[in-house]
């Protein structure tokens, strides 16, 4: 005989909940999961008619949670934070030289150094499996989340998410935004003021990536209006490619600009003030306890130790153009 708990939790009726509490909206939450909006209406009745009272109301065409849908919330993060507990205290007593490793990797950035050590690893630890996955912020999130990824490489500080409280993080390098510029008056200027590239026609990430979030807020405080892209692009190489093929001016990691500068025909100046962030791991709090995930971590700080981040992201592509030549 089925109970009321049994129709809760069977299916994926808490999952669905949760993306549409999450968006609030029925359209939006349905294509992020895959289904129809019409399945995904389906199901949260059926969780309306099992808890006795509605989740959602609207005002126009704004849904909002109703006090009962703020109870499930709350009750439903806690259920899927128990679970993550659960799973992780498992995993502690899991092997350091055997199971699998999840990363999601922020598709902006350059990847070349994990790339290297991760086949570096496998030399060492061939029992590990590594899954490495490119995302965007969003679905970096989600998956952190839904303890999807055991740790995220990303940009930092990201104000896209509200509640730190589950998570840390760890730096891994001290990144800057370049100005790549085509103006000749500008050549040889070391730095560049906000006010200086205003009138630049400009290449950029979407508007919803990190480095454009960046770029918006940095402009917001200087009181300058950002330039308007003419295009826009979700990787760097693209980005860099564009700029040369059009001459139009953009913003890029220094990092990137170091390690491709013979390939780029704009020239490069810091802002003033500079634009920094952090290159960072984000990960649930004791999944560096997770003898496989720790021993990753250990053996990525003595590899960067030898050599440091700039430095490998620079020998590497040196390598890849030798290769090429051959």
Avoid at 61 to 76: F, Q, R
Avoid at 137 to 152: K, M, P
Avoid at 193 to 213: C, G, I, R
Avoid at 294 to 306: M, P, V
């Amino acid at each position: 005989m089925k109970t009321k708990q049994d129709n809760i939790f069977s299916s994926k009726t808490l999952s669905y909940f949760l993306q549409l509490a999450e968006t609030m909206n029925y359209t939006q939450a349905a294509q992020i999961l895959g289904i129809t909006q019409p399945a995904l209406t389906q199901q949260i009745k059926k969780l309306e008619r099992t808890v006795g009272a509605p989740l959602f109301f609207s005002v126009g065409k704004k849904l909002h949670l109703s006090d009962a849908g703020a109870t499930m919330l709350a009750a439903t993060q806690d259920i899927y934070e128990v679970l993550n507990q659960a799973t992780d205290e498992i995993q502690r007593t899991t092997s350091a030289t055997s199971g699998v490793i999840s990363i999601g990797f922020l598709a902006s950035i350059e990847d070349s150094v994990f790339n290297a050590f991760i086949a570096h690893y496998y030399q060492m630890h061939p029992d590990i499996t590594v899954h490495f996955r490119l995302m965007t912020r969003r679905e970096i999130w989600e998956h952190l989340e839904n303890n999807q990824i055991d740790l995220a490489i990303m940009y930092l500080p990201d104000d896209s998410i509200k509640n730190w409280k589950p998570y840390e993080s760890r730096t891994i390098f001290e990144e800057e935004l370049l100005f790549l510029h085509h103006d000749q008056s500008l050549q040889g200027k070391e730095e560049v003021t906000f006010a200086e590239t205003a009138d630049s026609q400009w290449v950029s990430y979407p508007d919803d990536y990190f480095l454009a979030h960046l770029m918006s807020e940095s402009y917001k405080n200087q009181l300058v209006t950002l330039p308007k892209p003419v295009a826009q692009f979700t990787t760097p190489y693209q980005i860099a490619e564009f700029s040369n093929r059009t001459g139009v001016d953009t913003a890029l990691p220094a990092s990137f600009y170091k390690a491709h500068k013979e390939e780029i025909s704009a020239s490069a100046s810091k802002f003033t003030p500079n634009i920094n962030f952090d290159l960072s791991f984000v990960y649930r709090k004791g999944k560096d306890q997770i003898p496989r995930v720790a021993s990753f971590l250990d053996e990525l700080d003595a590899y960067l130790d030898e050599k440091d981040y700039l430095s490998r992201v620079i020998e590497n592509r040196g390598r890849l153009i030798a290769e090429t030549k051959e």
